[in-house]
């Protein structure tokens, strides 16, 4: 193909792509003609349409925030309660350790404890239930104070009644079992003896 040729094509079809855009514009201006124009009462009950569509889309997003935020703080609220229940069960499965070394302590012969030899045992079982005390005490657990004091059934379940002179009734006399709580809740309610 020789330049001439080729400019001769380019010419032919510059010319074709002017002509196709003339329709177009004639084609789109005839189509706006055949229209009539929006008049302002269309115009407003539209604008009022629109802004009653807004509110009501507003309104729905506000409902859905609302129900994923009640959504989000029920499984905080859940995930808490879990962690809670099952700290309250394994501190419950470890009070009776606790329990044996209280015992252990307080029946040690008195001639083993003037030994020196027992001494490191003996200080030893003792730093372990101060730890293991400790440790329970990190995480909330307090001994429910039940020696002196009336009976109440929320914290004390009485196992024995004795007579003692000079003391009201319902007065707990001796703990048997140290009871223990976790913030506000009972995990273990103390055994304990009381007077009549």
């Not at 350790?97 to 030893?124: N, S, V």
């Not at 929320?154 to 000079?166: L, M, R, S, V, W």
């Amino acid at each position: 193909m020789t330049k001439k040729e080729t400019h001769r094509q380019e010419e032919i079809q510059e010319k074709m792509a002017t002509e196709a855009e003339g329709t177009y514009e004639g084609q789109v201006s005839g189509e706006h003609a055949g229209l009539a124009s929006p008049t302002s009462a269309d115009m407003e009950a539209e604008i009022v349409t629109l802004n009653e569509q807004v509110a009501k889309l507003r309104g729905e997003l506000l409902r859905r925030a609302a129900e994923f935020e009640n959504f989000r703080k029920q499984k905080e609220r859940e995930a808490a309660l879990a962690s809670s229940r099952t700290l309250e069960n394994n501190v419950r499965d470890l009070l009776p350790i606790l329990d044996d070394l209280k015992r252990l302590m307080h029946h040690i012969p008195a001639e083993l404890q003037a030994m020196a030899e027992a001494r490191p045992f003996t200080e030893g079982v003792e730093l372990i239930r101060k730890n293991f005390s400790t440790w329970l005490e990190g995480k909330g657990v307090r001994e429910i104070e039940s020696k002196g004091k009336i009976l109440d059934v929320n914290f004390h379940e009485a196992i024995t009644q004795i007579d003692a002179p000079g003391v009201e009734p319902d007065t707990i006399i001796e703990d048997y079992q140290t009871g223990y709580t976790i913030g506000d809740r009972v995990i273990r309610h103390a055994k304990v003896i009381v007077a009549r």
